[in-house]
Nanobody, 125 residues
Framework: QVQLVESGGGLVQAGGSLRLSCTASGRTFSNYAMGWFRQAPGKEREIVATINWSGGPTYYGDSVKGRFTISRDNAKNTVYLQMNSLKPEDTAVYYC??????????????????WGQGTQVTVSS
C-alpha cells in the first residue's frame, strides 16, 4: 500500500520560508512523477509544483514561480518543496502527490495516483 507522509508545515510570517518534505513508501517511486498541490478553504485544490520521475523537467503554478522550488531524492523516495518569500495568500493545506502512471507527468489532479494526508501552511501578515 502506497503511503505518503508530509512534514515541514507550520506558521510563518510573510516574507519567511518553509521547507516541506514528503517521503513515500510502499513501492519504488523513482519512475513516477511527484508533486505538490494546495487547497485553501472554499477553494479548489490547485497544482503548486511537479517534478518528473528523473528529477528533470519541473512545472510551477503561476502564483509561486520564482519563489518555490521543487526537488526530489529518489534514493530516499522523498520530494521537497522549498518555499521562499511566503505571502498570506499561500496559506493552505499542502498535499504531496505521486503520479498515477509510471513516467507520465502530473498535470492535473486526474493524473495523481496517491495523496498524502496534507500539512497546514499558515502565513501571517
Amino acid at each position: 500500500q502506497v503511503q505518503l507522509v508530509e512534514s515541514g508545515g507550520g506558521l510563518v510570517q510573510a516574507g519567511g520560508s518553509l521547507r516541506l518534505s514528503c517521503t513515500a513508501s510502499g513501492r519504488t517511486f523513482s519512475n513516477y512523477a511527484m508533486g505538490w498541490f494546495r487547497q485553501a478553504p472554499g477553494k479548489e485544490r490547485e497544482i503548486v509544483a511537479t517534478i518528473n520521475w528523473s528529477g528533470g523537467p519541473t512545472y510551477y503554478g503561476d502564483s509561486v514561480k520564482g519563489r518555490f522550488t521543487i526537488s526530489r531524492d529518489n534514493a530516499k523516495n522523498t520530494v521537497y518543496l522549498q518555499m521562499n518569500s511566503l505571502k498570506p495568500e499561500d496559506t493552505a493545506v499542502y498535499y504531496c502527490a505521486v503520479g498515477k502512471n509510471a513516467v507520465m507527468p502530473i498535470t492535473t489532479t486526474q493524473r495523481v495516483g496517491s495523496w498524502g494526508q496534507g500539512t497546514q501552511v499558515t502565513v501571517s501578515s
